[in-house]
């Protein structure tokens, strides 16, 4: 990706731009807050991290309207944060509490909210684009208007059940933007290495559905992607692709030391692409936000961090009577 050209000028509001600095900020701020609570071992089993990938869901959530659905990978703190879910249940239970979204049993990878029609958080890769699909079958069904935001990666896109879910979503013209978050990697293999052609955006042509390249480092970019997907998928066109070229500054998940590649590469990506930092530069190039306002921003965020790892860490661990909750979707007999 090329260097990053600052303008000092855009068409966006200074309150629009400090709502996607916010938004930013309040997912990078968690995921450092994640990872020191797993290193102090109290968040165990697998967490992947979202830093570096911030302006692609802020970007696309910008476009969304209430009752709009998302679905995603196991990477997905930043999702849950980005449609307004409550920090202190994402983060009680990362740390398995009772005070979490799931009541502290399904952890990392396995939160919802019905408030906020978010669907999850899927630890089988490629797993969710069938079942965002299913979601905007039944948006279409009821003619609700209703668009599903289906994320999932790079090393995803090479699923079978990916090509399966396209042939179908566009036969039946669903409502669905399939959002691919090309962060360049999967686990360990770089895209070149695992993908036969590089635009994955490309692979929507045999059956018919448009799709775009957007650069995932810059918020604005995203947003103005995601209002055209958005308006193509509301109208009734069928789905949309998007990919999103982004980057992840950690590894896989805390676990992977990333050995698979250099320290430069990824410290060239957070001195010259990173998504907050630019952001930061065109409020205060564009004279929309002094240093002393983006400081009062800055210990917000952190407040709110600080006090969702507080809750996280005071709740208390889930009873054993409720192992048997939970299980099965309560009916109305
Ligand atoms: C069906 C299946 N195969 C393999 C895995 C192991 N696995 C977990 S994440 C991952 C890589 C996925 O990479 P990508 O889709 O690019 O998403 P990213 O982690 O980069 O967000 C693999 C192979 C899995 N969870 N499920
Ligand atoms: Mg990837």
């Known amino acids: 990706m090329a260097a990053r050209k600052t303008q000092a000028k855009t068409n966006v509001s200074a309150e629009e731009l400090k709502t996607y600095y916010r938004d930013m900020l309040l997912i990078r701020r968690f995921e450092e807050k994640a990872g020191q609570l797993y290193g102090m071992g109290l968040i165990g089993g697998f967490c992947h991290l979202y830093i570096g990938q911030e302006a692609v869901v802020v970007g696309l959530e910008a476009a969304a309207e209430e009752g709009d659905k998302r679905i995603t990978s196991y990477r997905d703190h930043g999702h849950m944060l980005a449609c307004g879910m409550d920090p202190n ?16 049993k399904g952890g990392s990878m396995h939160m919802f909210s019905k408030e906020k ?12 684009v069938p079942l965002g699909a299913g979601l905007a079958f039944a948006d279409k069904y009821l003619d609700n ?4 935001f289906t994320y999932f ?71 103005a992607a995601s209002e055209k997907a958005v308006k193509h998928c509301r109208s009734g066109k069928g789905p949309y692709i998007l990919e999103v070229k982004t980057y992840r500054y950690r590894g896989h998940s805390m676990s992977d030391p990333a050995k698979y590649r250099t320290r430069e590469e990824v410290q060239k990506m957070r001195e010259e692409r990173d998504p907050i930092e630019h952001v930061r530069e065109l409020l205060l190039t564009g004279k929309h936000a002094t240093e002393d306002d983006l400081k009062a921003i800055d210990k917000e965020i952190k407040d709110i961090v600080n006090k969702s790892a507080d809750f996280a860490k005071e709740s208390p661990e889930p009873a054993l009577e409720e192992l048997w909750t939970d299980i099965y979707a309560e009916t109305d007999a």
């Open 89 to 104: 249940g994402v983060m009680a239970e990362l740390t398995g509490r009772e005070g979490g979204y799931s009541k502290g």
């Open 117 to 128: 029609h978010f669907y999850g958080g899927h630890g089988i890769v490629g797993a969710q």
């Open 145 to 148: 208007k209703r668009v599903t």
């Open 153 to 223: 990666g790079d090393g995803a896109a090479n699923q079978g059940q990916v090509y399966e879910t396209f042939n179908m979503a566009a036969l039946w013209k669903l409502p669905v933007i399939f959002v691919i978050e090309n962060n360049q990697y999967a686990m360990g293999t770089a895209q070149a290495r695992s993908t036969s052609t590089q635009d994955i955006y490309t692979r929507g042509e045999p059956f018919g559905i448009p799709g775009e390249i957007v650069d995932g480092m810059d918020v604005l970019a995203v947003k």
